[in-house]
């Protein structure tokens, strides 16, 4: 059996103890409350990390931290020299006094004080491993820990990893180990390995049921290490074995053939540049992809200003000269509004027929504008995510263009999808993802990179400044407006709040009133009307308004060039991939751009260091690396949020490295045995068939 079918309920063990019938049951059914109900559920329960005995942490260093910060726990041989009781009565509790070679302290009991005084009498050597602190008032180094100590001179059995289990529900440590205990002495001879008996013996990984017994017991540093590689590049593998089936199958659909004519030369022909060496690229495989004969699914990543918007026009409109509509999605009405209004003014030239549908339009003319799209006399409709709602109905959609896709989840990009036709798939991101971030998340997609900027553009200039310093940049930032330059000044939240924070009604108001009394201010943000913002952001891209306040709903997308300047206050509120975003609101023309990342006094350590990142990094790439050692990957991608793929032991970041072997070993697999019908790679379909892992996501 392979253990995700080991399906038999926990309260159906054997037992060999004379544990209480009724006990037991009890404690089954806290495992079950917690979602542990299976032996399956159980075993692949892993331990969230190992307590590493193997080397001596003596009693004197009890105050030093580990790697992460956290207290060290001691690892010691000690002494028992006396026993004494605090307190009195029903609350007394006991006191072992313990040495080892470098200090004394103090093992307190509230419990079993019987037990534990006759197992640990004077005079008795013993091993502990329990964080301890220091009592003040009674001037001791106490235990601070749950005590864990063996009564054994053997520095072999007591020198190991151990595991350590997240704890759920009231179940203890000891809970969980004894019934790991004995689902494996049942169950471990009948656990099937997953992975190839070929790739097993290439890497040298254990077989399935020693690499759980490993993990869940006491054991050898080395052996551990082997185990945790076994699991984790088992997970990795099957992975990568289902995002390349998926892989494959996208290969294999048909598309109707095509009619040519000129439109993306036309666009071309009007631009007052020339595409960009990553730009031309980009658009040369897009061609090549919609011209192919599967559908596309490419991801277009760019940084911040690289121009991805007209690649997707360019895009947009060879889909349109194949006789197809297009959808084109973007994460906020202030960007869609803005896509729309370039498509006007670029495409409606040559003869598209642009529309721009929002949540929020009025239904009379929602209705007639979903007739028109659905009898094809649209070519382009822009939108938020309202373009994929039930009602609306596509005559012939070709296209579908993300714009800022790592805003969307998984499930948004399937109900594009089901508007039927197989289009064509571009998803744009600005959100540098890390390379092994895509091909997990992202792994049948095809990725397109612009590494280049327009030429002409300025390294932005970035400052940071303390709040008590703002007046220096405002004064900096009037010098830039006397030149004709705009600027935009950015703020954590809309209005007062709970926080004692700026916030960009009220400094608007201020800016308007007494710093910048001789330009034109305005306010955006996401809780004003749309008419409202519209309004507004038009004023500001005509330069009728020349300070934009604004909270963080400009940080996508928004491209006015004459925008040179870009105040964030309280920029240490603010994550690193948003002030990256903000950051590249600037910079957008050929004029010397600059960034003020204004900062209060109370900042954290991690908000000092995004500052600094910042600081120190215009590539979006780099920012973005330093994004994912600060934060873990989950939160930066909706990774987990999404339900894309749970991982037990896996971490994608951490083990990149494996995550690329497995995805070529697997690759390799399916294209030499696209049917997995070979003798070797039985055990692969099997896995598939029987219990197929992340059988719920949609890859
Ligand atoms: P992003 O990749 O961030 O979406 P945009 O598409 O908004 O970037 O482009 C940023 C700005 O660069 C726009 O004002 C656009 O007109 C301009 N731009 C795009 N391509 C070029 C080019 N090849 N040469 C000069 N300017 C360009
Ligand atoms: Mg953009």
Known sequence: MFVRELKDPLICLRRKTLEKREDFKQMVTKFSSAGIINVADLLLYYPREWSDRTHIVPLKDFDKKDGKGRKITVCTMAKVIAHDWAGFGMKRSLKVHIEDKTARAVLMFWKYQEIYKRSLPVGQSFWISCKFSYNTRYGEIQSASKI????????DAFKKQFPIYSLVKEISQKEIESLIKLVLRQYATSIEDEIPLFLREKYGFLPKSTALMVIHSPSKSEELEKAKKTLIYEELFYLEIMIGKKFMTRKVKRKEGKVKSGLQKHLLERLPFSLTVGQSQAIKEINNDMDGTFPMARLLQGDVGSGKTLVAFLACLHAIENMGQVALMAPTDLLARQHAENAAKLLEPLGVRVAFLTGNMKAAGRTQLLKTLASGEIDLIIGTHALFSKDVVYRNLRLVVIDEQHRFGVLQRQAIMDKGGSPDLLMMSATPIPRTLAITVFGDLDVSIIRDMP???????????????????????????????????VY??????????????????????EVFPEYQTALVHSRLDDEKKR??????????VHILVATSVVEVGVDVPNATCMVIEHAERFGLSALHQLRGRVGRGSAQSYCFLVYSDEYTEDARTRLMVMFE?????????????LRGPGQIMGFEQSGYVKLGMADIVRDSAVLEQSRADAFAILE????LLLPENLVISTVLERCPPWEDVIF
Not at 148 to 155: A, G, P
Not at 535 to 544: I, L, N, V
Not at 617 to 629: H, P, S, T, Y
Request: charged share 35%; glycine share 6%; proline share 4%.
């Open 148 to 155: 864990v100590y063996k009564h054994i001179v053997s520095e």
């Open 455 to 489: 030429p002409g553009r300025k390294p932005i200039e970035t400052h940071l400044a303390r709040e008590s310093n703002e007046a220096k940049v405002y004064d900096f930032v009037r010098q830039r407006l006397a030149e004709g330059t705009q600027v935009y000044f």
């Open 492 to 513: 954590p939240l809309i209005e007062e709040g709970e926080q004692d924070l700026k916030n960009a009604s009220s400094m608007e108001e201020r800016l308007a009133r």
């Open 535 to 544: 309004q507004t952001m038009e004023a500001f891209r005509k330069g009728d």
């Open 617 to 629: 990094n215009q590539d979006g790439f780099a920012i973005a690396e330093e994004d994912l050692k």
């Open 672 to 675: 030499k045995d696209p049917g």
